[in-house]
């Protein structure tokens, strides 16, 4: 049973897009009843949407997998660099006893510090490697979580605007 609004109602589609077909009768002031179609909207700009959040999707799980084994290397490497600090360590403690001894000459044990000074900096520099490899990891989840409400909403406005549910009824 159709009734003219006495109180009329402005309402909007819940997806913006060309309007490709009007109710017949449209106009202000019709009658209408609870869930007549009004208009129907083209999908095809919330289908390109929902097309880009999944490519969009793709790309930061892809980012994901890359910054993850890039960590893992980062980590592989930085346990070798301790190592390396480790063995670099011993020398210097046996060139340093071997001179206590009056063996060893001035130049070996310099050379031994120098030597452990720079494992000491490769290891600084591997653990800022590690931390920026766990700020891209973080990012790419980030980044994931952002793409998947992307996705999220141009489903539900592809929903809105598809030929099964028009976005806009009274």
Do not use: M, W
């Amino acid at each position: 049973k159709g009734s003219r609004v006495r109180h009329p109602r402005r309402r909007r589609a819940a997806a913006a897009g060309q309007i490709v077909e009007l109710a017949e009768g449209f106009a202000d002031g019709a009658r209408v009843r609870a869930g007549d179609v009004l208009v129907r909207i083209d999908p095809a700009d919330a289908q390109s949407a929902l097309d880009l959040a999944r490519a969009g999707l793709s790309d930061a799980e892809a980012e994901l997998r890359d910054a993850t084994r890039s960590l893992e290397l980062a980590r592989a490497d930085l346990a070798v660099t301790r190592e390396q600090v480790a063995l670099r360590q011993t020398a210097y403690d046996r060139q340093k006893g071997i001179g206590t001894r009056g063996f060893g000459t001035a130049t070996d044990l310099e050379t031994a510090e120098l030597e452990l000074s720079a494992a000491n900096q490769a290891l600084v520099a591997r653990r800022q490697t590690v931390a920026q490899g766990e700020a891209r990891v973080d990012k790419a989840r980030t980044a994931i979580d952002r793409q998947k409400l992307a996705l999220d909403d141009a489903e539900r406005r592809l929903a809105e605007a598809g030929e099964g549910d028009p976005p806009c009824r009274y």
